[in-house]
């Protein structure tokens, strides 16, 4: 049984650490590049090219919002994920919005806590992808969360193109994906969701049309 918690807890350990290194960078990036910002400001208001000036400020303001603002989901780890997944969103042009409800009251040991990073993770980084394929201007993802009643649920959804009804169950399977197989798209993601959850008497569902994508998690507390 230690051996297990230990295997799960690593694994999920090296999605966290992954996103919290891609959050890092772009802030030393981001502090990097200061006195470039700055010197562009200047040449701008010099130039007395104020438009270009103000937008290009917005952008600034836009990027540090993202970097610097605290997330607090009363889980310690879903919180760090949300903020590294922001930073994502943000360096890729993706509208990403959250509304997950305070979890103050769920009763989670560690290893279904790092579990639930796992299935979250995964589902947004399928929704970023599926975003990211379409020609759409605006490229959104939504997750929600919330306690109801006994259980714990989560949405994620996102703008792309839609699953067609036939393959609404193959996108479970291991190794199936819509995608071209490579190193950073095995086919995994979503197989290893459905086991994590089957594994606690969780579920999992999928609506798809042409504006919307979701896939919705219940998970027993």
């Given at each position: 049984?230690?051996?297990?918690?230990?295997?799960?807890?690593?694994?999920?350990?090296?999605?966290?650490?992954?996103?919290?290194?891609?959050?890092?960078?772009?802030?030393?990036?981001?502090?990097?590049?200061?006195?470039?910002?700055?010197n562009?400001?200047?040449?701008?208001?010099?130039?007395?090219?104020?438009?270009?000036?103000?937008?290009?400020?917005?952008?600034?303001?836009?990027?540090?919002?993202?970097?610097?603002?605290?997330?607090?989901?009363?889980?310690?780890?879903?919180?760090?994920?949300?903020?590294?997944?922001?930073?994502?969103?943000?360096?890729?042009?993706?509208?990403?919005?959250?509304?997950?409800?305070?979890?103050?009251?769920?009763?989670?040991?560690t290893?279904?806590?790092?579990?639930?990073?796992?299935?979250?993770?995964?589902?947004?980084?399928?929704?970023?992808?599926?975003?990211?394929?379409?020609?759409?201007?605006?490229?959104?993802?939504?997750?929600?969360?919330?306690?109801?009643?006994?259980?714990?649920?989560?949405?994620?959804?996102?703008?792309?193109?839609?699953?067609?009804?036939?393959l609404?169950?193959?996108?479970?399977?291991?190794?199936?994906?819509?995608?071209?197989?490579?190193?950073?798209?095995?086919?995994?993601?979503?197989?290893?969701?459905?086991?994590i959850?089957?594994?606690?008497?969780?579920?999992?569902?999928?609506?798809?049309?042409?504006?919307?994508?979701?896939?919705?998690?219940?998970?027993?507390?």
């Amino acid at each position: 049984l230690n051996r297990r918690t230990e295997a799960v807890a690593q694994s999920v350990q090296n999605v966290y650490l992954e996103n919290i290194d891609a959050l890092f960078n772009s802030i030393k990036e981001q502090r990097h590049d200061f006195n470039n910002h700055v010197n562009t400001i200047q040449l701008l208001v010099k130039m007395k090219k104020y438009e270009d000036q103000s937008a290009y400020t917005a952008e600034l303001v836009g990027e540090s919002i993202a970097m610097n603002q605290i997330i607090n989901i009363n889980l310690p780890a879903m919180s760090a994920l949300i903020q590294a997944k922001m930073t994502q969103a943000y360096d890729r042009k993706i509208k990403f919005e959250y509304d997950i409800a305070n979890l103050k009251s769920i009763q989670f040991g560690t290893v279904k806590s790092t579990e639930l990073v796992k299935i979250v993770s995964n589902l947004i980084d399928n929704a970023f992808d599926a975003v990211l394929e379409t020609d759409k201007p605006e490229k959104i993802v939504r997750i929600t969360g919330q306690i109801r009643g006994e259980q714990l649920t989560f949405n994620v959804g996102n703008n792309g193109n839609p699953i067609p009804d036939k393959l609404r169950q193959q996108i479970f399977e291991a190794g199936f994906s819509t995608k071209p197989l490579n190193r950073k798209n095995s086919g995994l993601g979503l197989a290893i969701v459905t086991k994590i959850l089957k594994k606690h008497r969780g579920i999992i569902m999928v609506e798809s049309d042409e504006n919307w994508t979701e896939f919705s998690v219940r998970l027993p507390m």
